[in-house]
């Protein structure tokens, strides 16, 4: 049962443009969410955070939006620069109490062309 | 500071040996958790550890084992290898369990199984 889910495996968005990557999931006692970005050959690293009791953070770059009602988060990148071309994984805490367990979804691979 | 270290980066085991994985934290850091990638499935949580006690264990069957030591490291052991134990396991770091699901890195063992 795939609580996070990311439907597109991969998004391609020219240099200055916007980048939209998407994320829906099941559970509605998850309190954080969390993107993170991963270049092959290294681990993920973390980008941007939200919790539960927001619909909104900025950094940068990068902002994430939450819909609870609709259970969907998502990440824009304006605006993506190459540099920006990664794996990007949405996760989801809190669930299960005091832990650092994370659920992840599957991953969109972000193609920003020069 | 020196980040999460994960040894060895690559190995190449056959069925049925086992493999045993090691992971040193960030310094100051007591919480590692491990994660198995696998292409379309994303990262798969496979246990949490905090001050050498195991807090939280994923959906994995018990050829999956875990420990941490006093310093905080930490090593997986996988016995009975099969085919589909080929993947990318990756080790995260944090200071606390239960924070905002903000975890630390490392690059990964690359564990294949021919």
């Known amino acids: 049962d795939q609580q996070v889910k990311q439907n597109s495996p991969s998004l391609s968005v020219q240099e200055g443009r916007i980048s939209i990557l998407n994320c829906d999931y099941t559970n509605s006692m998850f309190d954080y969410f969390l993107w993170y970005k991963k270049y092959p050959a290294e681990g993920p690293t973390f980008l941007i955070s939200i919790s539960s009791i927001k619909d909104k953070n900025e950094d940068g770059r990068f902002t994430v939006f939450l819909n609870k009602s609709a259970k969907h988060l998502s990440l824009h990148i304006v605006p993506s620069q190459p540099g920006d071309s990664a794996v990007y994984f949405c996760a989801a805490s809190g669930a299960g109490g005091a832990t650092n367990k994370l659920i992840f979804g599957t991953g969109t691979l972000l193609a920003v062309q020069p | 500071k020196a980040g999460v270290t994960q040894t060895p980066r690559y190995l190449i085991k056959t069925r049925g040996q086992q493999v045993t994985l090691s992971c040193s934290p960030i310094?100051?850091?007591?919480?590692v958790s491990w994660y198995q990638q696998t292409p379309g499935q994303g990262l798969q949580f496979l246990f949490e550890y905090f001050s050498e006690t195991q807090r939280n264990k994923g959906n994995f069957p018990g050829r999956f084992s875990g420990r941490q030591f006093s310093n905080s490291r930490s090593e997986m052991n996988v016995s009975t290898l099969e085919l589909g134990d080929s993947a990318l396991y990756l080790c995260?770091?944090?200071?606390?369990?239960?924070?905002?699901?903000?975890?630390?890195f490392g690059e990964g063992s690359r564990l294949t199984v021919l």
């Open positions: 310094s100051g850091h007591r919480s």
């Open positions: 995260a770091s944090s200071f606390l369990a239960g924070s905002t699901g903000e975890l630390f």
